[in-house]
T-cell receptor
Framework: DTGVSQNPRHKITKRGQNVTFRCDPI?????LYWYRQTLGQGPEFLTY????????KSRLLSDRFSAERPKGSFSTLEIQRTEQGDSAMYLC???????????FGDGTRLSIL | EDQVTQSPEALRLQEGESSSLNCSYT??????LFWYRQDPGKGPEFLFT???AGEEKEKERLKATLTKKESFLHITAPKPEDSATYLC?????????????FGKGTKLSVKP
């Protein structure tokens, strides 16, 4: 069990650029979740996958955001035309099934210049 | 709407001074209540899951309890290494099929 891995750990980009983050879940975990966390707040749910199927999206996930999990293993989260308000920590979590605890990676911190 | 409120926002303790953190929740049928610890610049680290009122879980100096409206995280004789932000989250039966609703956390500082 190597834990949930996220890359890069920190991304700095200019407003209007596109960015992509990667998450490698704990192996054999069917469920993969994306959250966003801003300073002084708890994580907020964005979307989740069961295997390769994206089953739910939050209202927070605007049209500029897209997530994939092509083979039911790793996942990517892409943000197009980044805005200042996108600056946050993007966290990925995985779990074996719906009722088991979610285990988080250390996140990707996005800074928009 | 499912909601989690944690108090206090921040807590300063001397080493060895026991205390409790509170997590109040409203949820349409509790499917599970979760406690996490988060260190600066890191992701949340899972501590406990509680499923029904009256349930208790312990791990080293931490003990989590659950009632129908709130949960407490009791810290006995804390040490400086217990300093972190403690997050509470709930999962309900209504609406979402698996995401967690988090509180804002309690930032704990333990001074030697």
């Amino acid at each position: 069990d190597t834990g949930v891995s996220q890359n890069p750990r920190h991304k700095i980009t200019k407003r209007g650029q596109n960015v992509t983050f990667r998450c490698d879940p704990i192996s054999e975990h069917n469920r993969l979740y994306w959250y966003r966390q801003t300073l002084g707040q708890g994580p907020e749910f964005l979307t989740y996958f069961q295997n390769e199927a994206q089953l739910e999206k939050s209202r927070l996930l605007s049209d500029r955001f897209s997530a994939e999990r092509p083979k039911g293993s790793f996942s990517t989260l892409e943000i197009q035309r980044t805005e200042q308000g996108d600056s946050a920590m993007y966290l990925c979590a995985s779990s074996p099934d719906r009722d088991q605890p979610q285990h988080f990676g250390d996140g990707t911190r996005l800074s928009i210049l | 709407e499912d909601q989690v409120t944690q108090s206090p926002e921040a807590l300063r303790l001397q080493e060895g001074e026991s205390s409790s953190l509170n997590c109040s929740y409203t949820v349409s049928g509790l499917r599970g209540l979760f406690w996490y610890r988060q260190d600066p610049g890191k992701g949340p680290e899972f501590l406990f899951t509680l499923y029904s009122a009256g349930e208790e879980k312990e791990k080293e100096r931490l003990k989590a309890t659950l009632t129908k409206k709130e949960s407490f995280l009791h810290i006995t004789a804390p040490k400086p290494e217990d300093s972190a932000t403690y997050l509470c989250a709930v999962r309900g039966y209504g609406g979402s099929q698996g995401n967690l609703i988090f509180g804002k956390g309690t930032k704990l500082s333990v001074k030697p």
